[in-house]
């Protein structure tokens, strides 16, 4: 029996739910689509999300800017449609400002099935037109007040060659025209970056930009467990395994220590950088979602799961309600584990409480709410390393007796619709009913707790499975 102890009267922590900042989409044009913005008025809703981070604002199809008779035509029209929708359902952009148009691009490379380009802009000065004119005429359309609480992000993963062809030079060189663009339209206007994978450049930009009196009003990088792990050609799995134990924190605190006291906002993360990896549908996303989040939210300001839904394009789009897709919910809809534990976190109070004890592959925290007190537990393990089914006692000192107890679960056989789906024969295309069935399979049902009083203390016994989480509220 593993044991914890929390003494209910200590001094709590305030702790800022960071990863309600921002949440990950795919591509702009995806949020033209009835269906995606469905999905993120109930993320919002149910989850809490205040912004919404994806790529290719500036490049096709939303023709941005093309080149007509030799010359400029810009178009904001369905950008400005995007953003219409957002501040309509109290939600704000993360923009991060990206692709290449293909009217200012100096080279013919492209990522993804949608052909973003991702080569520097032919001319800078055009590039600076454009950002002008894209920010100034969202500023005229919302407000200072409004675009004030934006974040522009300039340009996506620009460490690798797959994402930009001009190394770092000139990505300083991208980020500085940008900067100095956007604070020229409005000082108070948030402008950041530089928006790397795996927490790379974060020391070379903080000088670059001090070296030339630059604007940087955050730090924004991506994190997954697979970075830097195993060899190459190993799968995800094999990445995931030869991965470490609570890695995503010991790298977010490194960059925070790396960004000069500004705030960090973790723009991409998740379980793999795997857009098929079926891990992503299973609870071992949930308890990987919800230690990580407990560890790494007081340190930085922002942490944007990638992504809200399935409905996403890089690859190709895809067909069966279940394909290891990146996001919490399916292209039907259907709330996969790792969306039902960001519904749990929703439901946390505002301190947080220290535990004693640390046992193997649980953890626990606790926070008090101005009636209740909530218990976290995980139990959780990376793929191929060792974890078994724990009874946890756990003691809550100077605790007055409970009203009332539940528990709350996301395991193998609780909130995880992919086990009906595959009773179900695994259909690609599912009938209303059969959508509506798994949607009712993904909810969290809370069972009554027991417990019981030893003197001042309140004691009660939970076991966890392997890759689950519980959530036990008292009142």
Request: hydrophobic share 35%; charged share 20%; net charge negative.
């Amino acid at each position: 029996m593993l044991e914890f102890t929390c003494d209910t009267q200590q001094s709590g922590k305030q702790i800022l739910p960071s990863w309600k900042h921002t949440v990950g989409s795919g591509h702009a044009a995806l949020a033209l689509r009835d269906d995606w913005r469905r999905q993120l008025k109930q993320c919002h809703r149910e989850l809490g999300f205040k912004h919404v981070r994806f790529h290719g604002i500036l490049s096709e199809p939303l023709d941005t800017l093309t080149i007509q008779i030799d010359k400029p035509r810009y178009s904001f029209y369905n950008a400005n449609n995007i953003m219409d929708f957002l501040v309509e359902i109290g939600m704000r952009p993360f923009v991060e400002l990206s692709f290449m148009p293909r009217a200012l691009a100096s080279g013919d490379t492209t990522v993804f099935e949608y052909q973003a380009n991702v080569t520097p802009p032919r001319g800078y000065k055009d590039w600076a037109t454009l950002i002008d004119k894209l920010v100034r005429n969202w500023v005229d359309r919302y407000g200072l007040a409004e675009v004030r609480q934006w974040y522009f992000e300039v340009w996506n993963e620009p460490n690798l060659e797959n994402f930009w062809t001009g190394g770092q030079e000139k990505y300083f060189q991208l980020y500085q025209v940008t900067a100095e663009t956007i604070k020229n339209i409005d000082a108070e206007l948030h402008v950041g970056g530089p928006a790397t994978a795996a927490n790379s450049w974060i020391p070379e930009f903080v000088s670059f930009c001090d070296k030339h009196n630059l604007p940087a009003d955050f730090i924004s990088t991506h994190q997954y467990p697979t970075d830097a792990f195993g060899s190459p050609g190993d799968d995800t799995v094999t990445q995931l395994s030869k991965s470490e134990r609570s890695i995503m924190t010991t790298h977010a605190k490194e960059v925070v220590q790396n960004a000069a006291g500004k705030p960090v906002y973790y723009t991409e993360w998740s379980t793999s950088s795997n857009p098929r990896d079926s891990l992503h549908d299973q609870p071992f996303a949930a308890a990987f979602v919800v230690k990580t989040l407990m560890e790494v939210c007081e340190h930085v300001q922002g942490y944007s799961y990638w992504t809200f839904s399935d409905i996403f394009d890089e690859n190709f789009f895809p067909e069966k309600p279940f394909h290891g897709g990146f996001g919490m919910l399916t292209i039907n809809g259907v709330p996969k584990p790792v969306y039902r534990a960001y519904e749990l976190l929703t439901q946390l109070g505002g301190e947080r409480l220290e535990v004693e004890g640390s046992h193997g592959t649980v953890d626990a925290w606790v926070w008090r709410g101005e009636n209740n007190v909530q218990l976290v537990l995980t139990n959780h393990a990376l793929p191929r390393h060792p974890i078994d089914s724990h009874e946890i006692k756990f003691t809550l000192k100077n605790f007055a007796p409970s009203k009332s107890a539940w528990t709350a679960r996301i395991d193998e056989e609780h909130a995880n619709p992919l086990r009906l789906w595959e009773a179900m024969g695994k259909p690609t295309y599912l009938k209303p009913y059969q959508a509506e069935r798994l949607i009712e399979a993904s909810s969290v049902t809370p069972a009554p707790q027991s417990w019981k009083q030893e003197d001042k203390d309140v004691i009660l016994h939970v076991t966890l499975p392997p890759h689950a989480v519980a959530m036990v509220t008292l009142e």
